[in-house]
């Protein structure tokens, strides 16, 4: 029997591609033959520029963009909340807009910071939300925004993202076990951390199922929690990974009073999954075996 077989390939555009989660979808990109993507740094594609954000995506109609651009200097946002607006909020919204001209669905990562509140219980995406400063407050809007538009939309809120690419807690631990007998790290902050790899992948997997089941498009319009499974304050994180890679390094509870930052970080960013993990039977690695991968991947690249 003849006929054409050549499968086509789902076409998703990642943005700010030289991010922590963006290096991640690249890094992943050659396991995934079935998908074509393109990748826009910042240098490439400012999506703060809307003649640009309609250039590239009115004229190819990829079938996702992957919204890994955000203004993420979570302290400096408290004196330069214009830019963190345009980039976390605005401009999130014009791509939103062209993108349904294109006719692309979108994912679009957001915050723990959204929430900061706490019920004793692991926080619910339909729960009370309370964002405190500019970096929060403008990644709400961007929300809200890409909501208003209609288009289709995953929006992921994730917490603590750790990699080996650009700047993180999991490095800062490294390079300063490296350097001091001791450091103070807070311990009354609860969470989980995200290992960028772990998130693109699910994402990544998500967009399979989308794809190849129409009746999952209504799942995919939605919003939902990401991290790694388990419960752990950032002091906790600390002393391990100085146990994982044997520094002598001391690791000394303090408490969020005592470390004061322009940014006030909420007391209370466990996640809970139920949501996506039901939708979409994924199963999510516990935040050892995230921390331990990513540790690997960091001595790798030495
Ligand atoms: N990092 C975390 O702990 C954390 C926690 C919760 C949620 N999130 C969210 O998760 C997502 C991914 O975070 P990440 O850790 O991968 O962030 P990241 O490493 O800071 O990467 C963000 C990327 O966006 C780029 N960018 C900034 N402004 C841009 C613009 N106008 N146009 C195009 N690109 C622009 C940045 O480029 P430049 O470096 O050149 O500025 C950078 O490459 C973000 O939405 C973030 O808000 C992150």
Avoid at 90 to 118: E, M, P
Avoid at 216 to 235: C, H, P, Q, S, V
């Amino acid at each position: 029997m003849d006929g054409d077989f050549t499968l086509k390939k789902i076409s998703i555009a990642v943005l700010g591609s030289d991010g922590q989660l963006g290096n991640e979808f690249r890094r992943l990109a050659p396991s995934f033959e079935f998908c074509h993507f393109d990748f826009f740094t910042r240098h490439i594609l400012d999506i703060s520029d809307i003649e640009a954000l309609k250039r590239v995506f009115l004229d190819k109609n990829y079938d996702y963009v992957s919204n890994c651009a955000a203004y993420t200097a979570v302290d400096k946002a408290e004196t330069d909340v214009e830019n963190c607006y345009a980039i976390n909020a605005t401009a999130c919204a014009n791509l939103a807009k062209t993108l349904i001209q294109a006719d692309t669905k979108l994912i679009h990562f957001s915050s723990d910071y959204v929430y900061h509140s706490y019920n004793g219980f692991p926080l619910r995406e339909d729960g009370t939300l309370n964002p405190k400063g500019v970096y929060a407050s403008s990644k709400l809007e961007g929300e809200n925004l890409i909501r208003a538009t209609g288009i289709p939309a995953l929006i992921l809120r994730t917490s603590w993202v750790v990699s080996s690419f650009g700047h993180n807690f999991v490095k800062t631990m490294l390079r300063l076990g490296q350097e001091r007998p001791t450091i103070s790290v807070v311990n009354d902050q609860y969470g989980a951390p995200t290992f960028a790899k772990h998130l693109a992948i699910a994402v990544l997997d998500i967009i399979l199922q989308t794809s190849s089941n129409p009746g999952k498009e209504n799942l995919f319009n939605d919003t939902y929690n990401y991290a790694n499974e388990g419960i752990i304050t950032w002091y906790d994180l600390a002393t391990q990974i100085m146990a994982f890679q044997n520094l002598p390094c001391k690791v000394m509870p303090i408490l969020s009073k005592d470390y004061p930052t322009p940014a006030v970080r909420p007391h209370w960013s466990v996640l809970s999954k139920l949501k996506i993990k039901k939708a979409f039977n994924i199963e999510i690695p516990h935040w050892y075996t995230a921390i331990s991968e990513c540790l690997d991947d960091i001595s790798n690249k030495k």
